[in-house]
């Protein structure tokens, strides 16, 4: 039986918790959570990080425990997982981009009149629905850019967990260094950001985010190693390295970008820096028990299980809202939004998560049946 950690359930919704208010300080009236201190609730980018990381160390527990699947079973799972959920939002979306949007908003900013703005028809709905193929993927839901790479990633999952098993912890690190390396030499040529390229789902950046899923695979590998390594160091030092990864986490966005000029080069690089921070939260969150208490608390495991629901659908609710009351009841309209966000996320996770999962599990047992019936 796979063990499930739920203080890493906690910390996935904290992320997309984060990625809310995130969106909330692309707002003009407010900006003010970009700044220190609110940045530390506000960290966006970085909570990717983290949900790549999450994924790696979640996806590796599946396909080696006990009742591991085979690569079809893997592979039904995921796509119920990740794209019933995503087709729904992208559709819903576009539902509410169709009845809602009139024109862009003056009083907004830049960030909600590119997400929704004139000219989004049946052809960017089209593409969104092909998903895994290079499309501009900021319009209609502007989080979906990051399940493109979540979905691709998935669907070569097992071979790199037979890489990062069969090889020594060097070779797996140095591997997704070369990757990241190989991503940012082919970009930096061209003066393309890191980000631009995400956003229009090109191949390349998968070979850089594979690195996240490779950190979290090699986390539940040595796992049993790394806590009892660690447990005879004191709390108090154990708790300085969480403070640490934090600050590393959440402040590296605004640091970077007034050490480092060029864009290409700051973009790579807040990940490269990023990933220790991920590296040192994730390991502390099995490791250091009062750490792993304060995540098992009961409204952060609810709020890590409509996680993927909160990012998913937020920004439909957030947009919708605010288009619908147009250049009137400015800050009115954002609390509305913030109000409805979590009921609807709630919603989702019923009634659109839950029975995806279902189906997924429902269909893998399927065809682990035909395949035991063929067997016999």
Known sequence: MTTRYHQLDSLRGIAALTVVFNHYSQITLTRWLQHVPWRVIAEGHSAVILFFALSGFALTLQVTGESRPGFAEFVVKRVCRIYIPYLFAVLAAYAAYCVLYRSNLSWTGEWVNEAWHAGIDRHDLLNHIYFLIPFSNSTLDPVLWSLVYEMRISLIFPILIVVVFAMPLWFSIALSAGLSLAAFGYYFPLHRTLMEASLRGEWIPTIHYMSMFVLGALIARYRDAIVSKLAPISPRWLFGALVISLALYVLVGSVNRHLISNDVLRGFADDWVVLPAVTGILILAISLRPFADFLAARPLVFLGKISFSLYLLHCIVLLGVLHYFGETYHGMSML??????????????????????????????????GRATLGA
């Open 336 to 369: 509305i939004a913030a109000v409805l966000i979590l009921p609807v996320s709630i919603a989702g996770y019923y009634a659109i998560e839950k029975p995806s999962i279902r189906l997924g599990r429902y269909l893998s047992r399927s065809k682990h049946r």
